[in-house]
């Protein structure tokens, strides 16, 4: 496990518009970080930037305490892996397929070909329940099971740190809490961008709310996850109260007050 950063990060698009600004941010050895904000907010940009997809214009990325800039992109991979929003799927490919694709960093031959290889693929697809559907084609899977792939393709990688966004998305209310219990249980360091607040409550150790491309809080979800900074950033009423017996935050939305 290791620790992700930005230091005083910022990025603009092609066409000069600002997509970060000025972020200072850390998610430290085993956390699960998550990352909230309104669409536009600029949680996609930030994860792009660890994954490489996005170069800061000012500032640092800092992967284990190193200048992302100093890492080749097979070093920066085999310490980072990454599940985007949107991914194409491998049409002709199969579920293993899929998950070998996870061994590139690694590979001096086939992919997943050697002993260690073949086992941290069979891991994957253990610890993603997916052993059972291995042969089918990706293209077939149901949208929770093709989740569950991506993500196992990513731990195939053996990265350090994980990068995810708004991996429940288009998945039913089971499906939601059953994925993001497993990647709270994940070995590694995790960021995850979501939209469900409570989701982010329930199983992110801390939460940062991003506006506007700015970092406008992060802490404990109890701490950040106020009426007035739910107001201010989402533009709606909240009432909150802790649930027991876990003590995590039910959040209900009142549209009534929306501003």
Do not use: W
Not at 51 to 62: D, E, I, M, N, S
Not at 200 to 214: E, K, N, S, T, W
Not at 227 to 238: D, H, L, M, S
Request: proline share 5%; with cysteine.
């Amino acid at each position: 496990m290791i620790a992700l950063a930005l230091d005083a990060v910022g990025v603009r698009a092609r066409d000069g518009t600002r997509l970060i600004n000025g972020v200072s941010l850390a998610a430290t050895p085993g956390e699960t970080l998550g990352l909230v904000g309104p669409n536009g907010a600029g949680k996609s940009s930030l994860l792009r930037l660890f994954y490489g997809v996005h170069r800061p214009t000012a500032g640092r990325v800092l992967i284990d305490g190193r200048d992302a800039r100093t890492l080749s992109a097979t070093h920066r991979a085999r310490l980072v892996a990454a599940v985007p929003q949107e991914t194409p799927a491998p049409f002709n490919l199969t579920v293993r397929e899929v998950v070998e694709a996870g061994r590139t960093p690694h590979a001096r031959g086939l992919l997943g070909g050697d002993a260690g290889g073949r086992a941290a693929v069979d891991a994957a697809l253990i610890r993603m329940s997916l052993t059972a559907v291995a042969g089918r084609a990706f293209a077939a899977l149901s949208g929770g099971e093709r989740k569950r792939a991506l993500i196992a393709r990513a731990l195939s990688q053996e990265a350090r740190a994980l990068v995810l966004d708004e991996p429940v998305n288009h998945l039913d209310i089971r499906q939601q809490l059953a994925l993001m219990a497993l990647i709270r249980d994940l070995a590694v360091t995790t960021i995850v961008a979501l939209h469900d607040l409570e989701l982010a409550a329930r199983y992110c150790d801390r939460i940062a709310v991003l506006a506007h491309g700015r970092l406008v809080a992060c802490g404990p979800p109890e701490t950040v996850l106020t009426q007035a900074r739910i107001a201010e950033v989402f533009g709606v009423g909240a009432e909150i109260r802790a649930a027991p017996p876990c003590g995590r935050l039910r959040i209900a939305f009142d549209p009534l007050t929306a501003a």
